[in-house]
């Protein structure tokens, strides 16, 4: 098959590989159009991390199923390596498997029960006829050694072992096919501490060693701090602040933002916590209005907020927030 995406790019080459232009994702329920995905705008660049935030239902999750053509996006453009692939023909999605990859939530319920180890992450391989059958376990081997799973477990099934081996297979199919870009939909979150704290360093020994790109979807804040550049924050479908990590948490600019980053524990004992507690009702996603959606539980809100929704804008160099109040609330 020919790849239409041009070859991959060398390792320090810090280009500009995924670019999203206003990206929306709507979903018809009974009651109306639910807004998953509304208006949603960014770019990384090769070998970067950008880490999506927010609460559960906040759309994140929707958000890179869509980029990855494995939901259709209902209005924007997604840009891949210097190509639309918004609208593509099912040989062209296939091809793009070969580029763009996800790492899912459940390294269990993501894993065929009946497939050995060395079958799954050989899956992928003989769906693209990668290799004869011989070539095809020497580079399963690899793969397990690349991801720190033992040879032994090769014919083990997904139920005898535990969650962080799991997931090293679901890491090790997802480079099979040697993609430029992955998808991490919370692939920490089902794991206890200490696992969690392995995985991420896999995944960015992984990245260092590859150039590979990520986008890392959590609700963490605390774990993404470390593997991202830049943290997007979403709120019911809606981008409310996105800029480089440690700015962040340095220096949060949207009351919403304030409010996940003051519900980090943080293990001291000179000093009390300032706490910013979100309080309210969620604002519903279907047919919203046109007005603030963090209104609802905004302590900051005032009449414009009421009258239309704000603009997404840079209020610092690289620092966008979509608040009509940002310079009042932080006396800028």
Same mark, same amino acid.
């Given at each position: 098959?020919?790849?239409?995406?041009?070859?991959?790019?060398?390792?320090?080459?810090?280009?500009?590989?995924?670019?999203?232009?206003?990206?929306?994702?709507?979903?018809?329920?009974?009651?109306?159009?639910?807004?998953?995905?509304?208006?949603?705008?960014?770019?990384?660049?090769?070998?970067?991390?950008?880490?999506?935030?927010?609460?559960?239902?906040?759309?994140?999750?929707?958000?890179?199923?869509?980029?990855?053509?494995?939901?259709?996006?209902?209005?924007?453009?997604?840009?891949?390596?210097?190509?639309?692939?918004?609208?593509?023909?099912?040989?062209?999605?296939?091809?793009?498997?070969?580029?763009?990859?996800?790492?899912?939530?459940?390294?269990?319920?993501?894993?065929?029960?009946?497939?050995?180890?060395?079958?799954?992450?050989?899956?992928?391989?003989?769906?693209?006829?990668?290799?004869?059958?011989?070539?095809?376990?020497?580079?399963?081997?690899?793969?397990?050694?690349?991801?720190?799973?033992?040879?032994?477990?090769?014919?083990?099934?997904?139920?005898?072992?535990?969650?962080?081996?799991?997931?090293?297979?679901?890491?090790?199919?997802?480079?099979?096919?040697?993609? @430029?870009? &992955?998808?991490? +939909?919370?692939? /920490?979150?089902?794991?206890? =501490?200490?696992?969690?704290?392995?995985?991420?360093?896999? $995944?960015?020994?992984?990245?260092?060693?590859?150039?590979?790109?990520?986008?890392?979807?959590?609700?963490?804040?605390?774990?993404? @701090?470390? &593997?991202?550049? +830049?943290?997007? /924050?979403?709120?019911?479908? =809606?981008?409310?602040?996105?800029?480089?990590?440690?700015? $962040?948490?340095?220096?949060?600019?949207?009351?919403?933002?304030?409010?996940?980053?003051?519900?980090?524990?943080?293990?001291?004992?000179?000093?009390?916590?300032?706490?910013?507690?979100?309080?309210?009702?969620?604002?519903?996603?279907?047919?919203?209005?046109?007005?603030?959606?963090?209104?609802?539980?905004?302590?900051?809100?005032?009449?414009?907020?009421?009258?239309?929704?704000?603009?997404?804008?840079?209020?610092?160099?690289?620092?966008?927030?979509?608040?009509?109040?940002?310079?009042?609330?932080?006396?800028?």
């Amino acid at each position: 098959m020919s790849d239409a995406f041009g070859s991959r790019r060398g390792r320090f080459d810090l280009g500009e590989i995924l670019k999203v232009e206003n990206l929306k994702k709507f979903f018809r329920t009974p009651h109306g159009m639910l807004h998953a995905v509304d208006d949603v705008s960014f770019t990384i660049n090769e070998g970067e991390t950008l880490g999506v935030v927010g609460e559960s239902g906040c759309g994140k999750s929707t958000l890179g199923r869509v980029v990855l053509k494995l939901l259709e996006a209902t209005g924007g453009r997604i840009i891949f390596d210097g190509r639309d692939i918004t609208d593509l023909s099912e040989r062209e999605s296939l091809e793009l498997c070969r580029h763009m990859q996800i790492i899912f939530q459940d390294p269990y319920s993501s894993l065929n029960p009946r497939m050995c180890v060395s079958d799954l992450i050989a899956d992928p391989l003989k769906v693209f006829k990668m290799y004869k059958s011989d070539e095809r376990q020497k580079k399963v081997f690899e793969l397990m050694d690349m991801v720190g799973l033992a040879r032994r477990f090769a014919y083990s099934y997904p139920h005898e072992l535990d969650g962080g081996r799991r997931q090293r297979i679901g890491v090790a199919r997802a480079l099979s096919l040697q993609p @430029k870009f &992955i998808v991490c +939909d919370e692939p /920490v979150s089902a794991l206890d =501490v200490s696992i969690q704290a392995q995985i991420l360093n896999l $995944l960015q020994d992984l990245q260092e060693q590859q150039g590979l790109t990520y986008i890392f979807v959590t609700h963490d804040l605390s774990v993404v @701090k470390h &593997i991202s550049n +830049d943290i997007l /924050v979403m709120y019911i479908g =809606v981008m409310v602040e996105k800029c480089p990590a440690k700015e $962040l948490f340095d220096l949060p600019l949207h009351p919403y933002t304030k409010g996940l980053l003051s519900a980090i524990p943080v293990p001291t004992i000179n000093r009390e916590k300032k706490r910013v507690e979100l309080m309210g009702e969620l604002s519903s996603p279907i047919e919203p209005k046109d007005e603030c959606r963090f209104l609802a539980r905004c302590r900051y809100a005032t009449d414009i907020c009421r009258q239309k929704a704000p603009e997404y804008e840079e209020v610092l160099p690289n620092h966008f927030v979509s608040c009509h109040n940002t310079r009042q609330i932080n006396g800028m």
